[in-house]
């Protein structure tokens, strides 16, 4: 049952990703409720306020935004959607949970957060590896000092590719891989290390498997300097079978830590005629696999979304905002133009006309 002070919140969107907020919200029932969805596809607002039990149900966002009962707005709609839809919740007076990546280009980056500044409403960048608990115990462990100081922190994310045909069109998506999974890395490699000024990005990026469906990259390693000195590392790809895999390693001078935040919280488990569920973007479930549980919980989404609604009543103060996805941005910039020129991009980086990152390493290659 919700709490009467728990913030009311209107998702945008009503598939995948939706579906994980939904299920965030629900868990966290003393501080946030679902009240409200929009989707333009016909009919899939309904099914979905129906499937969560929620109140309102709309075909345009712009009739969710009217709302008042809606507080804050939590857009799950493609990359290519997120600017539009921030500005105009933070007009409508809506505080803003933005997935990832926080947009397409960096003046779209800047014009959320000023819409939502000058609204005095929060933009809240939903990076959930920074709730991820295994993560977050392995930035306890190296904030106490366990191993020492810090040099290099790796992370990847792997899977066979995305489930819907947007994210492999890069008109709608911006890019590859580096954009889809590269964006969690980067943020999390940053937010590992206390968030350090980047001094530089090189990345190293192909279409190893997927030239038939997608212009972007599949396959990415990114190597980001920080200016402390330490490095992160972060490897992307669309070309693992067997499911999702989400990996960090940290390594200082006097220790290191590795969590494997899905097959190492799974059960090995062996079935010759298989079951419903392993884990996300698993094809099969027969033979040996590593089904999952807690999904939500070990990603972190019910935190993170508990984080948010605490800052959204004053009680917490973001951890990761417009700024968070505007370094992110930037960073992913870079490492484009990177992998297009074969070399490092020192940041500040802030090419002008970009009208989307991808364009910045097909530039390099003409
Ligand atoms: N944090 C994570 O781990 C994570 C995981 C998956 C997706 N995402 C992000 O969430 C966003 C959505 O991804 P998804 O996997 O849910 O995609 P999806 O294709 O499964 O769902 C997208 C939804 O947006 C709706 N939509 C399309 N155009 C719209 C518009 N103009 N206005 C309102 N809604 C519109 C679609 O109808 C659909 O319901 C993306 O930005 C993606 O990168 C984040």
Redesign the pocket.
Known sequence: MAASNSVRVGI???????D?IAGAVKAIPDVAELVAV????KG?AAAFAQRHGVPHAYTD?RELLKNPDVEMVSI????R??AQ?TIDAAKAGKHVVC???LCITLEEADAMIDACRKAGVLLLY?E?LFFAPKYVKAKQLADEGAFGRVHLVKQSEKHSG???D?FWDVAQSGGGAVM?LGC?GIAFCWWFLGKPKVQSVYSQMATQVHRDRTEGEDEAVTIIEFASGAVGMVESSWNRPGGMDDCIEVFGDKGQTYADMLMGNALPTYSEVGFGYAVEKAASTKGWTYPVFEEQWN?GFPQEMRHFARCVRGWETPISDGETGRTVQEVLYAAYASAGQGRKIALPFRPKGVAKPIDLWKRGQE
């Open positions: 945008v969107g009503s598939r995948f990703q939706a994980c929009a989707s333009p596809t899939n966002y799950t709609a493609p990359n959607r997120h839809i997935e990832k990546p939903a959930e995305p489930h819907a947007w889809d969690h990603y």
